[in-house]
């Protein structure tokens, strides 16, 4: 994983704490913070998959951005703070529970695959998957028991994550569906945070075309990182029309490199 070394030497003395496939932890400006920033790697099966799609990390970063306040203020608590800028945003620090949270309105992917349904197929309800997050075992998909025999999660803590998860699902459901848009299944991460003796989980990460299945209602056509995935081409085309049907870019924003670009923070 070379990529996850090379180009992204920072330009100030910043600390960088992390660096995943697609972002970048810094130390933030305060304790307790940290600075998220969004990479334009794009990766697919555990980095076997890897190219560098100029415009997604903006994208993603409005994206998320977008989903994340939306999620604070209905009261779904986030790790998000703001936006700092076209790639950053400030974030809290948490304490990441090592499981990807995949919530599924939708047969695809590997669900689909695993049980031999079609794809498009709706499912009798939504279905909340466990996956442990280790890329040497490439994610392998895990049950309650799993998670609480090795402490990845207690039972409790295990019932605020699926809480969560049906929050976020239900939210996103309906923010999709009134942009033409069919949620088909998306990825969440969550995290704990210490206020004093309380602890609460958040969701933490991103939420993204990067992290969700995005149907467009009418055609069926794809809006999300399948079309890296499977070779169709067109990605930031598709996560552009994801955030002009959202609101959130105007259409003279420009999000791929060249020429000077106006930041508002
Ligand atoms: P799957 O069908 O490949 O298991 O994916 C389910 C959802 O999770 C889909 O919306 C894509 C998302 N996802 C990630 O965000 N990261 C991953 O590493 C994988 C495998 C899936």
């Avoid at 990845?152 to 033409?180: C, H, K, T, Y």
């Avoid at 848009?181 to 969550?190: G, H, Y």
């Avoid at 206020?195 to 969700?212: K, L, Q, W």
Wanted: aromatic share 8%; hydrophobic share 40%.
């Amino acid at each position: 994983m070379d990529f996850l070394k090379t180009r992204y030497t920072p330009m100030n003395r910043r600390r960088r704490i992390y660096e995943g496939k697609a972002k970048v932890l810094y130390e933030g400006p305060e304790p307790g913070t940290l600075i998220q920033h969004f990479k334009d790697d794009a990766t697919a099966f555990n980095a076997k998959k890897h190219e560098v799609i100029d415009g997604k990390g903006v994208l993603n970063n409005r994206i998320s951005e977008y989903i994340f306040q939306n999620l604070n203020d209905i009261g779904v608590p986030t790790h998000f703070i703001r936006r700092l800028n076209m790639r950053e945003q400030l974030i809290r620090e948490v304490e990441i529970i090592p499981l990807e949270v995949v919530v599924r309105n939708v047969a695809a992917g590997s669900l689909a695959k695993r049980l031999g349904l079609e794809e498009g197929t709706q499912l009798p309800r939504s279905i909340i998957e466990f996956y442990y997050k280790n890329d040497a075992l490439d994610d392998p998909m895990v049950s309650e028991e799993h998670i609480t025999a090795f402490g990845w999660a207690n039972p409790q803590e295990i019932d605020d994550i699926m809480a969560l998860a049906i929050r976020v699902n239900d939210f996103l459901s309906g923010l999709f569906l009134g942009a033409g848009i069919r949620l088909v299944d998306f990825k969440m991460e969550t995290g704990r945070i210490w206020e004093g003796d309380m602890m609460r989980i958040v969701v933490a990460d991103e939420i993204s075309p990067d992290s969700c299945r995005l149907w467009d209602v009418k055609s069926a056509d794809k809006l999300d990182k399948d079309r890296f995935r499977r070779d169709m081409g067109g990605l930031v085309e598709a996560y552009q029309e994801v955030a002009r049907r959202l609101g959130i870019l105007g259409e003279a924003e420009n999000v791929t490199a060249g020429g000077p670009r106006l930041v508002q923070p």
